[in-house]
């Protein structure tokens, strides 16, 4: 019998961790297809463990070890050729599985004997998707109400400078909503009161539900370990409602990147208007949110000394509410109550899977079958929003919906920075 899994357990995701076994265990976004150029391989760090990504002359996205096993240069310095990459130093090669294939310098012998890791990746939605488990993957899972439906999937990732674990925690405490972001339309003005709140584990993880004093609720599913899928007022006036799908990925164990995306229904000149202000906004933005949550954690500024016009505020609140609980928070003093239903429940079902994990028990099989749906308000019947998985999307007859990248170009690029392993 392994020993007790605890708390602590949450937060440490590199390869001999639990937690990061438990993360390899599922595929996992780990680049935006927008961000890898066309020619270059590039550095990736995630979870820790650094890589090189590039694509191969034939189309197909290969992700392997970083470091070159000759003199240990770093693979992203080199070239592509074909599905290889070429070390920059002294010319080895290695196709996309790893293997040394060729060694300028060398006799013939030596290359097959040396082989690096290489890892299953899959483009979609988006995002690149790698298998970091080892062994032979399972299909990668799907969001077909994400594929095809009349509207945009923008992409909105950004990076948070603090453990992973404290952003999942706070994804299911609907009470945080009313403070934390109560200057935003997006925001709703009620507490989330504790008896108001209820966590139901579900087949693909957690459906957390707020019964409103008026009898509506809102439910947001969660996915183990690390997605989740809501349904969200966003701050344009052309959208009414948008459904969200996120994951929060560990880039190391106190930065993680939240990779996500939006299922806007806009169509027509109403998609225009929301698609002209998106790119005018992520132009305007050019203050970095995690160096100004530094700064009004430092004492340096105040909410109210953000120019609004300047920094993503949203992000910029949560930053504060996350970042300052500490960069891993210790969770040994904390005193949680109903409230806190939420993180009771995604802390409980990580132990028992960590544990299972530890113990060489069967884990289970999280998935996402179509009543696992997120509801908001009286939104529930809306067929644009809310519910879409219970099949609006899955038709051929609707074209796929195109990718709209959103993120401010300061975001993007400090989240190079922190992939890139230089941050
Ligand atoms: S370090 Fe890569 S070929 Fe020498
Ligand atoms: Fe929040």
């Excluded at 929003?385 to 170009?409: E, I, K």
């Amino acid at each position: 019998m392994a020993s007790q899994v605890t708390n602590d357990d949450f937060h440490s995701t590199g390869p001999e961790t639990l937690a990061g076994r438990y993360l390899r265990r599922h595929w996992q976004p780990v680049y935006h297809v927008a961000d890898l150029p066309r020619a270059r391989p590039v550095p990736v760090r995630i979870m820790g463990q650094d890589y090189v990504l590039y694509r191969g002359e034939g189309g197909a996205t290969h992700l392997l070890d970083a470091r070159c096993p000759h003199r240990g240069l770093q693979l992203s310095a080199g070239w592509i050729e074909g599905e290889c990459v070429r070390c920059f130093y002294h010319g080895w090669m290695f196709d996309e599985t790893g293997q040394c294939v060729e060694q300028p310098a060398e006799d013939s012998e030596f290359a097959h004997k040396v082989k690096i890791g290489g890892y299953p990746t899959e483009e979609y939605l988006g995002l690149v998707f790698a298998w970091l488990g080892g062994g032979e993957p399972p299909p990668l899972p799907r969001y077909p109400d994400f594929e095809r439906f009349e509207g945009v999937v923008e992409i909105d990732s950004y990076r948070r400078d603090c453990n992973y674990f404290q952003n999942i925690e706070n994804a299911l405490d609907m009470s945080h909503v009313a403070f934390v972001h109560g200057s935003n339309r997006a925001a709703f003005r009620e507490i989330g009161r504790g008896r108001d709140l209820h966590a139901v584990e579900s087949d693909w993880g957690i459906s957390y539900t707020y019964t409103r004093p008026d009898g509506e609720h809102r439910t947001q599913q969660f996915g183990m370990p690390n997605a989740y899928n809501l349904t969200a007022l966003p701050t344009d006036p052309d959208v009414g409602w948008q459904e969200s799908l996120f994951w929060w990925v560990p880039i190391d164990d106190e930065r993680h990147i939240q990779f996500s995306i939006h299922r806007v229904p806009v169509t027509g000149a109403a998609a225009e208007r929301v698609g002209l202000r998106r790119q005018e906004r992520r132009k305007t933005i050019d203050i970095d949110h995690n160096r100004l949550s530094e700064d009004m954690l430092a004492g340096r500024l105040g909410m109210d000394d953000i120019d609004a016009e300047r920094a993503d505020t949203i992000r910029l609140q949560d930053d504060i509410a996350q970042i300052g609980q500490g960069r891993i928070v210790d969770r040994s003093f904390e005193r949680l109550g109903r409230g806190d239903v939420g993180v009771i429940m995604i802390r409980r079902l990580w132990i028992r899977e960590m544990q299972a994990l530890a113990d060489g028990k069967p884990l289970k099989d999280w998935t996402r079958t179509p009543e696992i749906s997120p509801e908001a308000w009286s939104l529930k019947d809306n067929p644009a929003v809310g519910g879409s998985n219970r099949g609006n999307g899955a038709s051929d007859d609707v074209p796929s919906a195109p990718l709209v990248d959103v993120r401010p170009y300061i975001e993007i690029d400090s989240q190079l920075e922190l992939l890139g392993g230089r941050a």
